[in-house]
């Protein structure tokens, strides 16, 4: 990636912070000023998480960083650290409806919480940054941070009590678990472990079709004026197959990898492709229509399998180890259904010319 | 058969541990559980490489190759001929980058 990006959307790991030492500049730097919140969520919040999740403005969803006041808190409340991307920021202060406390935004980019700590925004860096900018060691008495678990991928809870003098308390993995948290400052193992329920994988559906909607209309535009509209229909089908079926159906179709399960969903929803074209074309040779077929069977899954290869991203398991491993495994056999199928549509198309001349 | 997910790069000393627990905390897979001389390594294969335990770790009893198991992003490097481990989600870049939504990767909104 390149690092001549704008500001606003900077991201990779190479741009991490430089190491500046702050030990001395978090103890009695004057409190700059003090940002006031609610928990409740307004329909005009609601608008933009809405749109968050369609992909509108997708940097644009950011919240401004700095020290939160929620209620009334005062200098022995907790404080709890988040990313200033406003789903993260929302989910945050919504769950601490009723409690009086602070809220501490990093400036992730408009990142959430887990991404942000992968990419090193939310960091150690930025954290102990942000304690000396807001004056927070002014603020409150006590020298503790609740910061959300998924966030210690970027965050060295060590490397923060060294250099600002806060413990770095991890609380649970899902903000709604926080007032239970609070309840015993302890939280249970279902509380750390991430899951990736039905609800949380058709979230991230809109955006990934939203994504590849485009070159799919073109593609199907294309394919509807070359081979008619069977072919621009299967294109649809296969894309949206790999975008929205693939994540809701993902623990229920067999095989662990993600391009065997991708195959399996695209063969699937080739099958009545396959069924229909051989059974409509009836002026056509035996060989011709199963040509025909084959090559919907070749095709669609290949570029349903791509997709949801792609999809491993989004997951909350998949270790980059394993995925290389899927791409190194799985490219190639994708490649060579797609070519072949592709290479069988064109000599069917040549063998049809050919008859109409 | 069709799991490519058995390995990965966690390595684990529990000599070196200190047992205080910090990785059975930042894990969000189970990966360690607490023993009774040390931490104990109980899930290997579960582990994602977030790099959480090895970052938090005081004594360093915990090695991983971190990075973002996304085929779309390394995919995307390999394509560029750059390093495929380079380690760079295009999350967050311009719109049109890796993992389409994930500004959203973990659907954060139920998440801190």
């Known amino acids: ?357 | 058969m069709f799991n490519s997910y058995l390995e990965n790069t966690l390595k684990y000393y529990p000599d070196r541990c200190v047992n205080c627990k910090r990785c059975t905390e930042v894990c969000p897979h189970g990966v360690f559980a607490e023993g009774e001389e040390h931490v104990e390594l109980v899930q290997p294969s579960a582990c994602m490489e977030c790099g959480a335990c090895a970052l938090n770790c005081p004594v360093q009893a915990i090695e991983v190759k971190s990075g973002v198991g996304c085929a779309w992003a390394m995919i995307g490097a390999a394509l560029r001929g750059k390093d495929m481990d380079s380690g760079e989600c295009g999350c967050g870049g311009e719109a049109g980058s890796c993992c389409g939504g994930n500004a959203e990767k973990t659907s954060c909104s139920e998440k801190q």
């Open chain 1, 1 to 357: 990636m390149d690092n001549k990006k704008t500001a606003g959307s900077s991201c990779s790991c190479t741009q991490r912070l430089e190491i500046k030492p702050l030990n001395r500049l978090t103890e009695n730097i004057p409190v700059s000023e003090i940002l006031t919140t609610t928990s409740t969520i307004t329909y005009s919040n609601r608008l933009d998480h809405f749109l968050a999740r369609w992909g509108v403005n997708r940097m644009g969803h950011i919240v401004k960083p700095g020290l939160y006041r929620l209620g009334n808190p005062t200098p022995d409340s907790p404080v709890f650290v988040s990313a200033n991307y406003t789903l993260s920021f929302d989910a945050v202060r919504s769950a601490l409806t009723g409690i009086d406390c602070y809220i501490l935004v990093l400036d992730t980019k408009g990142v959430n919480v887990w991404c942000a700590a992968g990419k090193g925004t939310f960091g150690t860096d930025e954290l102990v940054r942000r304690i000396a900018y807001t004056g927070l060691s002014g603020v409150v008495k006590h020298r503790t941070l609740i910061l959300p678990q998924l966030s210690a991928p970027g965050i060295s809870a060590y490397e923060v009590k060294r250099r600002s003098g806060f413990t770095v308390e991890y609380g649970p993995v899902r903000a709604s678990d926080l007032p239970e948290y609070l309840k015993t400052r302890k939280a249970t193992p279902e509380m750390r472990r991430v899951q990736f329920p039905l609800k949380d994988r058709l979230v991230l559906t809109p955006v990934e079709f939203v994504h590849i909607a485009l070159p799919t209309i073109i593609a199907s535009i294309i394919l509807y004026f070359l081979a008619g509209p069977l072919a621009a229909l299967a294109a649809v089908t296969a894309v949206l197959a790999g975008t929205v079926l693939f994540p809701v159906l993902l623990p229920f179709i067999p095989t662990h990898d993600f391009s065997t399960k991708g195959i399996i969903l695209g063969e699937i929803v080739a099958i009545p492709f396959a069924v229909f074209s051989f059974t409509t074309n009836l002026t056509l040779s035996f060989w011709e229509n199963a040509s025909m077929s084959l090559a919907f069977l070749l095709i669609m899954p290949a570029l349903t399998a791509y997709l949801a290869l792609n999809f491993t991203g989004c997951t909350t398991f998949t270790s980059r180890t394993g995925v290389k491993k899927e791409i190194f495994r799985y490219t190639p056999v994708m490649a060579f259904m797609a070519g072949s199928g592709i290479i069988l549509s064109i000599l069917l198309g040549i063998i049809a010319l050919m008859r109409w001349i």
